[in-house]
């Protein structure tokens, strides 16, 4: 069996994708706290494993795997069944779609409308609340008339846009105004091995 660790910040919402999903594929790894505050990913030893030096960074065995739609990607095809990042061209697609949406309006948006009250970060919070809520508008369409971002069961797509959607009010941004979004957030959370955000 493949030894798998984990470089983890806490309260990094991608570090959590990445969390989440190993918990619902039923994997044991290592975590390793690396903390971005104190600059731990900017020394010469942690950009050996990521030269972007960035969390998170998965290593199974002597595989190492960088940015976190990259290492769901990896689990999903190692470790998962194809529902959750299905082969064929057209449902395949689909989940792509969503994590496109994961790492531009949502990363620009909430997540960075969170990074600005949470860790100081100068960005334009108004704009990056403008930007998050054209996303949610985005998945509140998608999301009226079905259970899932793409196709009929959970995917990658749903772990890679769930954090910072949870995370929304810590950037001053509310959900409520999307109800098929909120019962989105709520089918996930009701999910087996649904992990919270702040390990335990």
């Known amino acids: 069996m493949s030894e798998l660790k984990l470089y983890d910040y806490p309260r990094s919402g991608n570090c959590y994708k990445v969390r989440l999903l190993l918990s619902m594929l039923g994997l044991d790894y290592a ?5 971005v505050l104190k600059g731990e990913t900017l020394t010469a030893e942690f950009k050996q494993l990521n030269p972007r030096g960035q969390v998170p960074v998965l290593l199974d065995d002597d595989l190492i795997v960088w940015d976190s739609m990259a290492i769901l990607v990896y689990l999903a095809r190692r470790y998962g069944d194809r529902d ?18 994961s790492e531009n309006e949502l990363l620009y948006g909430l997540a960075r409308a969170r990074a600005t009250l ?43 846009c769930y954090p910072y959607v949870s995370l929304a009010s810590e950037g001053e941004v509310s959900v409520q105004p999307y109800p098929a979004v909120c019962g989105w957030l709520e089918r996930i959370e009701a999910l087996p091995d649904w992990v919270p955000f702040l390990p335990g």
Not at 31 to 35: F, S, V
Not at 130 to 151: K, N, S
């Open 31 to 35: 975590r390793i706290d690396t903390d």
């Open 84 to 101: 959750w990042l299905p082969t064929d061209p057209v449902a395949e697609a689909g989940v792509m779609q969503w994590l496109a949406v």
């Open 118 to 160: 949470v860790l100081g970060r100068p960005f334009d919070l108004a704009q990056c609340q403008q930007v998050g809520r054209a996303g949610l508008a985005v998945m509140e369409g998608r999301l009226a008339g079905v259970d899932w971002l793409a196709g009929e069961n959970v995917t990658i797509a749903d772990i890679a």
